[in-house]
Nanobody
Framework: QVRLVESGGGLVQAGGSLRLSCAAS????????MGWFRQAPGKQRELVAI???????TYADSLKGRFTASRDNAKNTVYLQMNSLKPEDTAVYYC?????????WGQGTQVTVSS
């Protein structure tokens, strides 16, 4: 079993920054892909960044330059540094881990950006 726990969300003013964390625990394989997604009210869940265990991080084109994702394989943790936040970044941010074709999701953390 795999468990993902996100943290670091909150309320921030436009132009501010937040850093999210997602810690994975349980039966974690050495080869996997972790990622960040977000879902705004009334919208579909969308990709933020994908971080393969042995590859290059990829980002949604619209977020390049403002968001930076990283991972610490020793801690099975991924991070999302979000800068220059905008009200349209308001969403629930979810962490996902995929291994052996199975996806696991965290419970999400709310990010609210006020104007």
């Amino acid at each position: 079993q795999v468990r993902l726990v996100e943290s670091g969300g909150g309320l921030v003013q436009a132009g501010g920054s937040l850093r999210l964390s997602c810690a994975a625990s349980g039966s974690i394989m050495s080869i996997n892909a972790m990622g960040w997604f977000r879902q705004a009210p009334g919208k579909q869940r969308e990709l933020v960044a994908i971080l393969p265990s042995g590859g290059t991080t990829t980002y949604a084109d619209s977020l390049k330059g403002r968001f930076t994702a990283s991972r610490d394989n020793a801690k099975n943790t991924v991070y999302l540094q979000m800068n220059s936040l905008k009200p349209e970044d308001t969403a629930v941010y979810y962490c996902r881990l995929v291994q052996r074709g199975v996806s696991y999701w965290g419970q999400g953390t709310q990010v609210t950006v006020s104007s």
